[in-house]
């Protein structure tokens, strides 16, 4: 199972980055994919889910500026990334998992894989 993430880099403040993790596993092993992010000195922390039937959660810090979606191939998910701050500087990591509830449930999700992070520095 791999987890290639991509799109991180440097960006003002206030600016925008738009992340994209595609995962090769078979459909049948995961259908949520998530984002965590991991700042210096910080633990890694939850940003945001997307569920393979659209629904989402996110993270109280970046709710209204960021969006998470399902791609438009299989297995992948991006991460609008809109009005960023210093404080959103991390590497970012995409997760897999599987819903213990069908394709809605955004709260009781088995993760099973991690990716290599992305790195976003956001400074002027």
């Known amino acids: 199972v791999q987890l290639q993430a991509s799109g991180g880099g440097l960006v003002q403040p206030g600016g925008s980055l738009r992340l994209s993790c595609t995962a090769s596993v078979h459909i049948f092993v995961i259908n949520a994919l998530a984002w965590y992010r991991q700042a210096p000195g910080k633990q890694r922390e939850f940003v945001a889910v997307?569920?393979?039937?659209?629904?989402?959660k996110y993270a109280d810090s970046v709710k209204g500026r960021f969006t998470i979606s399902n791609g438009n191939a299989e297995n992948t998910v991006e991460l609008q990334m809109n009005s960023v701050k210093p404080e959103d500087t991390a590497v970012y990591y995409c997760r897999a998992g599987h819903t213990y509830d069908g394709d809605y449930d955004v709260e009781n999700i088995d993760y099973r894989f991690w990716g290599q992070g992305t790195l976003v520095t956001v400074s002027s």
């Open positions: 997307v569920t393979r039937g659209g629904a989402t």
